[in-house]
C-alpha cells in the first residue's frame, strides 16, 4: 500500500538551474539576511513543502556575490547578506524572469490553502527537533515505544491518503 499511495503525478521540478538566484536576491531585497534566514523564507513560503539544502543556497549567495549582486558582512558571527545597487538593476531588468519564476511557484504550489498541512509538516519538524535533543539520554525502551508510535501514526497516514485513491 505504500508504494501505490505515493505513486501520484509529480509536480514539476521546482527551479530550472539557476533560478533559485533570482528568488534569493528578490528575498535579499526585500531585507538584509543570512543563509539559515533565506532557507527559512523558502519554507516560509512555500508552506513547509519545500526546504532547499545549505548545499543550494550557499553556492548560490557565493555566484551573487562574486556577480557584484550582493555584499555581505559578518553580523552576530554569521554572515549577512544585503543587495548592492548592481543587483538591484540585474532584478529590474529581469523583472519579467522573475515574475516567470514566481508564477511557476505558483503552479508548482497549486494555490490552495495547505495551512492545517503546513501545521502538520511543523509538528512533524518539532517531533524531530525534540528527539534530536534528547536522542543522547533516552533509554532503549523509551525509543521502542517511540517507535511504535511514529509506526503506527504513519500506518494510520497511509490509510488515510489510500482513501483518496
Known amino acids: 500500500m505504500f508504494k501505490h499511495v505515493f ?3 509529480q509536480p514539476p521540478r521546482m527551479f530550472e538551474k539557476g533560478d533559485i538566484k533570482y528568488i534569493i536576491l528578490d528575498m535579499i531585497n526585500n531585507k538584509p539576511r543570512h543563509g539559515y534566514e533565506i532557507i ?3 519554507e516560509d513560503r512555500f508552506h513547509g513543502f519545500y526546504s532547499p539544502s545549505a548545499g543550494s543556497i ?3 549567495l557565493q555566484v551573487l556575490e562574486e556577480m557584484g ?3 555581505s558582512e559578518e ?3 554569521k554572515k549577512v547578506y ?3 545597487e548592481a543587483g538591484k538593476q540585474f532584478l529590474a531588468e529581469r523583472e519579467e524572469v522573475l515574475q516567470k519564476i514566481k508564477s511557476h511557484i505558483k503552479d508548482w504550489w497549486g494555490g490552495e490553502d495547505r495551512g492545517e498541512l503546513h501545521n502538520v509538516f511543523h509538528q512533524l519538524r518539532d517531533i524531530v527537533h525534540l528527539l534530536r535533543r534528547i536522542a543522547r539520554h533516552i533509554d532503549a525502551g523509551r525509543v521502542t515505544r517511540i517507535k511504535d508510535i511514529v509506526d503506527k501514526a504513519r500506518r494510520d497516514i497511509e490509510a488515510i491518503l489510500g482513501e483518496v485513491q
Open 69 to 71: 549582486h550582493t555584499n
Open 58 to 60: 550557499y553556492p548560490a
Open 7 to 9: 505513486e501520484v503525478e
Open 75 to 77: 553580523r552576530d558571527g
Open 40 to 42: 527559512r523564507e523558502f
Open 82 to 84: 544585503t543587495i548592492t
